[in-house]
């Protein structure tokens, strides 16, 4: 009787620890920043596939490390003396968008080498007076690779042509102050259709609520990796905030109802998340980076918003993209 007893604790225990366990944080001793005081000279690791500090003088020349710059009319990016702190830098880049002028800008690039795995670390700062946006940072994979970003919106890709992650501020429908809180919006094969019967981005959220600052330095980082093979659903999704992880996605963490609103992360109940097949290919592979501040008329009228502001600026900083998490700015 004691040892059927005991057979029966240790299956429950087993039982308990495969649920509690896929929500586990996931580990990193130190970033790749630890090992460069203010961030100088981490453009030259090994492990860095892309840096962008915006110290080149000027807007034209830092516009020719990136394959694509949107800048209308030379009216949406300039310099700014404003920069995070424990930067070595003296410039940051301003991006202002215009309702009724621009949508804002963007900066686009190619990776130096196309990658399975990547993390992404940007710095940005959001006005005090900023209202919602429409879509902002994405970072992804196009197969064959191109000098611009794809379209592509409400609609599927397939699993071995288009893979897009999207770290943006979300207003949930004016529920919650602008900017909104950080959410990914993402593109892949398996991603739920929309009640209106497109696809538009999944939207994936942590446990509570990540609410974006306004008028401070913000530390973000994404991790995405794909799936090792095209039947394995192993791929992951992971953000950092200042260096604190805020959402992680694995096969099997605790997920709510999942629609083609997405879905969010929840502490107990709900069901094992079926995991990622990002791509059904493994010549599909991260290889952009895109900066983007997009803001439309349609992102204030979803969020109740009825006497919209013209102008929304948002400062970016401290860029670097890599295949080893990067962490935030050491100090001096």
């Not at 961030?39 to 830092?62: K, M, R, T, Y």
């Not at 710059?69 to 940051?92: A, I």
């Not at 974006?212 to 530390?219: A, F, I, L, N, R």
């Not at 991260?286 to 900066?291: A, D, Q, R, T, V």
Request: aromatic content about 12%.
């Amino acid at each position: 009787m004691i040892r059927l007893e005991l057979i029966l604790f240790v299956a429950l225990l087993f039982m308990f620890c495969s649920m509690i366990i896929p929500q586990r944080a996931y580990s990193q001793s130190s970033g790749l920043a630890d090992k460069y005081i203010g961030d100088e000279g981490i453009e030259n690791d090994p492990s860095v596939l892309f840096a962008e500090s915006f110290e080149a003088g000027n807007i034209q020349e830092i516009g020719k490390h990136w394959d694509n710059v949107g800048n209308k009319d030379g009216k949406v990016m300039q310099l700014s003396d404003d920069v995070p702190p424990n930067s070595s830098g003296k410039h940051s880049l301003q991006t202002t968008a215009t309702l009724g002028e621009n949508t804002g800008g963007d900066l686009y690039t190619r990776l130096k080498r196309p990658v399975d795995k990547v993390y992404a670390r940007f710095y940005v700062k959001f006005a005090e007076d900023n209202s919602y946006i429409h879509h902002f940072v994405h970072i992804g994979g196009y197969n064959p690779p191109t000098r611009w970003a794809q379209g592509g919106a409400g609609e599927r890709p397939k699993g071995d042509e288009r893979v897009t992650i999207g770290i943006e501020p979300h207003g949930d429908y004016g529920h919650f102050p602008p900017p909104g809180v950080w959410s990914f919006y993402n593109y892949w094969h398996e991603m739920k259709i929309s009640a209106d019967g497109k696809y538009w981005g999944n939207a994936l959220r942590p446990i509570k609520p990540a609410i974006v600052p306004k008028g401070k330095w913000q530390c973000v980082e994404v991790m995405v990796k794909l799936n090792s093979a095209p039947d394995i659903p192993d791929g992951e999704l992971a953000l950092w905030l200042d260096g604190e992880q805020i959402m992680y996605f694995t096969k099997g963490v605790r997920r709510g109802n999942w629609s083609g609103m997405g879905f969010s992360l929840i502490e107990n109940g709900g069901e094992p998340f079926e995991g990622f097949r990002w791509r059904t290919s493994n010549d599909l592979k991260i290889n952009f980076f895109w900066l983007l501040h997009y803001v439309t008329e349609n992102a204030t009228r979803q969020n109740r918003v009825k006497d919209p502001k013209l102008t929304n600026t948002v400062w970016f900083d401290d860029i670097v993209v890599s295949e080893s998490y990067v962490g935030p700015i050491r100090r001096k």
